[in-house]
T-cell receptor, first 117, second 113 residues
Framework: AQKITQTQPGMFVQEKEAVTLDCTYDTSDPSYGLFWYKQPSSGEMIFLIYQGSYDQQNATEGRYSLNFQKARKSANLVISASQLGDSAMYFCAMRHFNAGNNRKLIWGLGTSLAVNP | NAGVTQTPKFQVLKTGQSMTLQCAQDMNHEYMSWYRQDPGMGLRLIHYSVGAGITDQGEVPNGYNVSRSTTEDFPLRLLSAAPSQTSVYFC????????????FGPGTRLTVT
């Protein structure tokens, strides 16, 4: 079954430190992409980073990087040098690219990150 | 470039009333979808569309209808509101092919009393 698991309901990190948010996924389809979104308390969904299943290198976007371990089916988000504004809910999601899976996004339940000053 | 817009931002309905949540995008995206977000449940897909005239059901379609007469618009209709439909509703759009991100609207907070 296609599924995303985020095992950390809540995380704390000290400002300026790095933090890793876990995401594991389950799929038998070889063609997929993994996304991370941030949802601050204001409610909007903000795209952070994307990793394709065939990408050879781990994705990076500024302070965000994705630790993609295909054999372990994990796609952890690493936030370096945490800032107070990073306090938010973080969602991992997976999208399949073959027409049979209709390209739907499958979502994890999220991890709430609190950055302490 | 407005991206994805949703109206209204807030709505209170009485049980049994019907209403339409509006969603529009100006990015010429083929793929559009509606989610609901409930505490502790993450985002659940209600309906989606891969192009004008084509819609399909997601995980939780009961009590909702959609149509896609144009590329830009994807309204969500609540046929007879129930308290269980109290939620935050997000509309999203993306390119159809490839690993493109979904762009989200600001959300509609719906309360059914």
């Amino acid at each position: 079954a296609q599924k995303i698991t985020q095992t950390q309901p809540g995380m704390f990190v000290q400002e300026k430190e790095a933090v890793t948010l876990d995401c594991t996924y389950d799929t038998s389809d070889p063609s997929y992409g993994l996304f991370w979104y941030k949802q601050p308390s204001s409610g909007e969904m903000i795209f952070l980073i994307y990793q394709g299943s065939y990408d050879q290198q781990n994705a990076t976007e500024g302070r965000y990087s994705l630790n993609f371990q295909k054999a372990r089916k994990s796609a952890n988000l690493v936030i370096s040098a945490s800032q107070l504004g990073d306090s938010a809910m973080y969602f991992c999601a997976m999208r399949h690219f073959n027409a049979g899976n209709n390209r739907k996004l499958i979502w994890g339940l999220g991890t709430s990150l609190a950055v302490n000053p | 470039n407005a991206g994805v817009t949703q109206t209204p931002k807030f709505q209170v309905l009485k049980t049994g009333q019907s209403m339409t949540l509006q969603c529009a995008q100006d990015m010429n995206h083929e793929y559009m979808s509606w989610y609901r977000q409930d505490p502790g449940m993450g985002l659940r897909l209600i309906h989606y569309s891969v192009g004008a005239g084509i819609t399909d059901q997601g995980e939780v379609p009961n009590g909702y209808n959609v149509s896609r007469s144009t590329t830009e618009d994807f309204p969500l209709r609540l046929l007879s509101a129930a308290p269980s439909q109290t939620s935050v509703y997000f509309c999203a759009s993306s390119e159809l092919a490839g690993g493109y991100e979904q762009y989200f609207g600001p959300g509609t907070r719906l309360t059914v009393t």
